[in-house]
């Protein structure tokens, strides 16, 4: 079992950042990807960043330019630093990570979500 711990969520005014860490624990044997996703009220859950393990990043349009995924993996921690914060950002962000489990086998999982609110 892995377990994702999440924090730096909070409230924040438009053109503000806030850097999100998220640290894993657990049986595995290595990371393969951690990221974020964020899902905003009435909406699906959709991809923030993915980070894998060698440091190859992916981006959601909306957020290139302004935010930065980057990983520790001494710490096997992920941060996420978001700047020119918008009020479209605002959303419940969850960590998420793929972790091989087994010699033969991947699991993904997810943390508890992070409130992020930017106001206007």
């Known amino acids: 079992q892995v377990q994702l711990v999440e924090s730096g969520g909070g409230l924040v005014q438009a053109g503000g950042s806030l850097r999100l860490s998220c640290t894993a624990s657990?049986?595995?044997?290595?990371?393969?990807?951690m990221g974020w996703y964020r899902q905003a009220p009435g909406k699906e859950r959709e991809l923030v960043a993915l980070i894998n393990s060698g440091g190859s990043t992916n981006y959601a349009d909306s957020v290139k330019g302004r935010f930065t995924i980057s990983r520790d993996n001494a710490r096997n921690t992920v941060y996420l630093q978001m700047n020119s914060l918008e009020p479209e950002d605002t959303a419940v962000y969850y960590c998420y990570g793929r972790f091989a489990t087994s010699i033969t086998r991947s699991t993904d999982y997810w943390g508890q979500g992070t409130q992020v609110t930017v106001s206007s």
């Open positions: 657990g049986r595995f044997f290595s990371s393969i990807a």
